[in-house]
């Protein structure tokens, strides 16, 4: 499959959103839309996008960029209106340290809705689908790139009204969840000893950070558990300190679940 990025940037970490709705109408989908028409080749279609691989059961590439075309079932039915995701990752030429991976929102009778492209991906990983804001539609988290323990994700929401995806921001932690409140805090592990933990508030269009706390270990015990812990308010968003003080987001953010880091 040829993946014709156009005007990608090659430096810096911008991000470029392809969103074409019914824009590549003339262009294939897997190769297959132009023969999409008649009831046997729908069928056609649909046993191609089927034989994709699931991108969730998929091991982690074992190079960096060595991964392969894969699929996504947020709907998880095969009714002819039902959505599939198309996961295709572009060849990277030699010398070049990152790609572009396509996501194509497409029926299973090949009629694609949306193209979204996140461009110079570090690292090709695989999807998984996860409602992260709670709304009740499964979005995709998309991992950019690995470190030593943190991943960076790209949130691709799905939109509530409608099958479209939009991208909503980044994140990079070791893992996320959301808090009582209907933040999402981002656990990422700062050091040996020390933890940060990020919340956002995740009910508008876009990700908006509000806190970011700080979690070291400062006693341990036998066999280096960590027997206390002592948690800083590191930085707020201007909103989130408009309705209360520093002490008091301090005890709140710190005391939420999120920040028990070194719980086993
Ligand atoms: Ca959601």
């Excluded at 005007?7 to 839309?33: K, Y």
């Excluded at 090949?110 to 110079?120: M, S």
């Excluded at 270990?217 to 036998?222: F, H, L, Q, V």
Aim: aromatic content about 6%.
């Amino acid at each position: 499959m040829n993946m014709t990025m156009q005007d990608t940037p090659r430096h810096g970490r911008s991000i470029r959103l392809a969103i074409s709705v019914l824009a590549l109408g003339g262009l294939a989908l897997l190769g297959l839309s132009a023969c999409s028409r008649s009831g046997v080749n729908k069928q056609a279609t649909l046993e191609r996008i089927l034989a994709l691989p699931l991108c969730n059961e998929l091991e982690r590439p074992a190079e960096v960029f060595d991964a392969l075309d894969c699929r996504l079932d947020p709907d998880g039915t095969r009714d002819p209106t039902d959505v599939k995701l198309l996961f295709s990752y572009a060849p990277v030429e030699a010398g070049a340290n990152t790609g572009d991976i396509t996501m194509r929102l497409a029926k299973l009778d090949g009629t694609e809705l949306q193209a979204l492209t996140e461009a110079d991906v570090p690292m090709y990983l695989y999807p998984y689908l996860e409602d992260f804001d709670g709304d009740g539609a499964l979005d995709v988290i998309l991992p950019r790139e690995v470190g030593n323990v943190n991943t960076v994700m790209a949130l691709l929401k799905r939109q509530k009204e409608g099958q479209q995806y939009t991208r909503f921001g980044e994140i990079n932690g070791v893992g996320f969840q959301r808090t009582a409140e209907g933040y999402l805090a981002v656990q990422a592990r700062s050091s040996a000893a020390s933890w940060g933990v990020s919340f956002y508030d995740v009910t508008g269009p876009a990700l908006v950070p509000l806190a970011l706390i700080q979690i070291a270990a400062s006693e341990t015990g036998e066999g280096g558990a960590v027997t206390a812990t002592k948690c800083t308010l590191e930085d707020i968003s201007a909103a989130a300190l408009a309705t209360q003080t520093p002490e008091a987001a301090q005890a709140k953010f710190c005391g939420d679940p999120a920040a028990d880091v070194y719980k086993e």
